[in-house]
């Protein structure tokens, strides 16, 4: 099966109380993909670069076996760059300099090579993009979306209109809570279910996360760790092992959808270990799968 994934690619500052990473590899394209990579390969990539971005950081990403042939590389342009400040609560975050750069003019144009695609990710950018992308598509068999509350606020109608078309949306309580206008979450589930995705996953940092299928719902715990450098990325790294895993396995049904529930949060518990991708970028099978285990043995998973 072939994996689509579409969203940015950044470098990013990352200020944290346990230190600082300048200019460091980022974007919810980069996280998705990588992590994706653990369970398909090739995975297809279409996003924007300026000719700022490394090198180095493009032979990561073909190391991975990810396709590079929706990649736009504007050798006069710089990518985008955005720098936050996280305080001791890793939830809370001041966001210090935002440059689009490449960014603000990104048309996304899928290759004829990859408009066959079965699964596709959308992550975070303006819902207008991502419509784009489906656009181009052939008949996907699945779309998982993520958004934020700045498109929530500034693109709602085109987001409404958006979930027409997906499978699964990934967002976090507080997006949940905004983009229904419902302050209890199981009521904001069935209302954004309402729009169009029949799956709905609700991420609640380190409480864990709530799968809603239709009328199901699965409490899937989150990893105890004792060290967290930087959580950014780690909501695209959980996208990513979620969608990778249903394509790997071709199979959407809902209990298969909590598989990939805690195998996306497993990696993402991997992601905020270090800075940046460092943690991810070279992870072991038995790693995963050991983590894996834990995540079962913590929430006595022994059905899955």
């Given at each position: ?30 996280f998705i993909s990588v ?88 992550g975070n950018i303006n ?147 270090k800075f940046s991708l ?27």
């Amino acid at each position: 099966m072939s994996l689509l994934v579409v969203g940015s690619l950044a470098l990013d500052t990352i200020e944290t109380p346990f230190g600082k990473a300048e200019r460091t590899l980022g974007g919810s394209a980069t996280f998705i993909s990588v992590a994706a990579s653990y369970f398909i390969r090739p995975v297809r990539l279409i996003g924007v670069v300026g000719g700022d971005f490394p090198q180095e950081d493009i032979e990561l990403l073909k190391d991975k076996e990810i396709d590079l042939e929706g990649l736009q590389i504007k050798e006069n342009e710089k990518t985008f760059h955005w720098h936050g400040k996280y305080s001791f609560d890793l939830n809370m975050r001041d966001s210090l300099v935002t440059e689009l750069n490449v960014f603000a003019n990104f048309d996304p144009i899928v290759p004829e090579t990859f408009r066959k695609s079965s699964y596709v990710c959308l992550g975070n950018i303006n819902p207008e993009l991502q419509k784009k992308v489906l656009t181009q598509l052939d008949k996907p068999k699945f779309i998982v979306a993520d958004t934020m509350n700045f498109w929530i606020e500034s693109k709602y109608n085109e987001l409404i209109d958006l979930l027409n078309f997906v499978d699964v949306l990934i967002i976090n309580d507080s997006e949940a809570r905004e983009l229904s206008h419902e302050a209890n979450l199981f009521r904001a589930a069935k209302k954004i279910q309402s729009y169009g995705p029949h799956t709905l996953i609700i991420k609640k940092g380190e409480h864990g996360a709530l799968l809603f299928h239709e009328n199901e719902l699965f409490i899937a715990p989150a990893y105890p760790l004792e060290a967290i450098y930087d959580p950014t990325g780690a909501g695209d790294s959980f996208a990513g092992g979620f969608i990778g895993y249903l394509s790997k396995t071709e199979d959407t049904s809902y209990e298969n959808m909590k598989r990939a529930v805690i195998f996306g949060s497993t990696i993402a518990s991997f992601s905020v270990e270090k800075f940046s991708l460092e943690r991810i970028k070279d992870l072991t099978p038995l790693e995963i799968k050991d983590r894996f285990n834990d995540f079962k043995r913590f929430a006595d998973l022994s059905s899955i």
